[in-house]
């Protein structure tokens, strides 16, 4: 198919063809409320992940086709997210959806997968619930997005270290890299005209998990978080010794000269946030959880909004369980 570059208004009134190949160059919706303050934190947050392509470029995408599976419909697009490598992604869709619909934005995880990628999102991994994510969110209603990230899926055409490397030399941070593809895979799903945009929440399991909340942090229209198994406090990772236990990609230099887990994850606030860890996951030691648990708190309470920050403890290592995945569905039910 030809790939095509529309405008928000275009696409609503294209409604039955659904593409979402769009020239995105208005800036991002905020939260109705933003502080000066969480601006320039978000600043300089982005800031630190390196050369990236422009943020206002405009992205697009090829629709190369779609299926029922499952009870859903699976679209297979490949998308210009940073002009420098395309980018495979799923939509999955309920099958009779009618107007408009709130979003998930998927972020699929790492465990060494790296020919996986986005095929997590339909066919699930070992360590999350039987019912892949695609189903479970369509199932309840959503229209949900995932992407192959840099080195995964259909674009582990190089490896993890070697694509680091690459990139620092170039100025760039492997990690910035997969936040930036994050950020426009955000666009896209918000140009769909199928999509509520007031309403879009991220989910994702390990590195999923960290992609998430980064996200959330970095873009006011990410109006639910769930996290799973990867809140990860910096200092107390130091501490356990266990820097090994993440991927070379989890690193951002110069990042714990600026912020900790838990000022990340403030700039979140006043959104809603549930993140799921286990009591014996060691890539997120137990007094780093309590760090974050304690400081979020204050954060929500002095916002007002206690209820929207939730962390769930299991007595599981590194996976996913049946209650954690009833208490996400529902906290996305609530918030969202």
Known sequence: ??????????????????????????????????????????????????????????????KEGEAERDGYVLERWVLDLN????????????????GLAPAVLFNHSHGGGYTIG?????????????????????????????????????????????????MLWEGRVLWGMMVYDSLRALDVLAARPDVEISCIGTVG????????????????????????????DFQALLAHKGLKLHGIYYYVPSLLLHFATAQINELIAPRAHLALAGLRDELTPVEGLDRIDRELQQVYAVAGVPER????????????????????????????
């Not at 039955?16 to 320039?40: D, H, Q, S, W, Y």
């Not at 002009?83 to 009618?98: C, D, I, W």
Request: some cysteine.
């Open 1 to 62: 198919m030809t790939p095509m570059r529309l405008d928000r208004r275009s696409l609503l009134a294209l409604a039955g063809a659904a593409p979402f190949a769009t020239a995105l160059n208005r800036p991002p919706a905020v939260n109705p409320a933003p502080t000066a303050g969480g601006a320039v934190r978000r600043a300089e947050l982005y800031g630190l992940l390196g050369r990236l392509p422009d943020r206002q470029r405009p992205v697009g995408g090829t």
């Open 205 to 232: 399991m390990s590195m999923g998990s960290t992609m998430a909340w980064w996200l959330a942090a970095l873009d006011e229209r990410v109006t639910v978080t769930v996290d799973l198994n990867c809140l990860t």
């Open 118 to 166: 986005k095929k997590e999102f339909v066919e699930g991994r070992s360590y999350l619930q039987p019912v892949p994510y695609a189903k479970a969110l369509t199932d309840a209603g959503y229209v949900a997005l995932c992407i192959d990230h840099w080195v995964f899926g259909e674009r582990s055409h190089a490896t993890e270290e070697d694509t680091f490397k690459a």
């Open 309 to 336: 920050w939730k962390l769930l403890r299991y007595d599981v290592a590194h996976q996913e369980t049946a209650e954690g995945r009833r208490e996400a569905l529902a906290f996305l039910e609530r918030h969202l």
């Open 83 to 98: 002009g420098l490598e395309p980018v495979p992604a799923y939509v999955a869709r309920p099958r009779a959806l009618r």
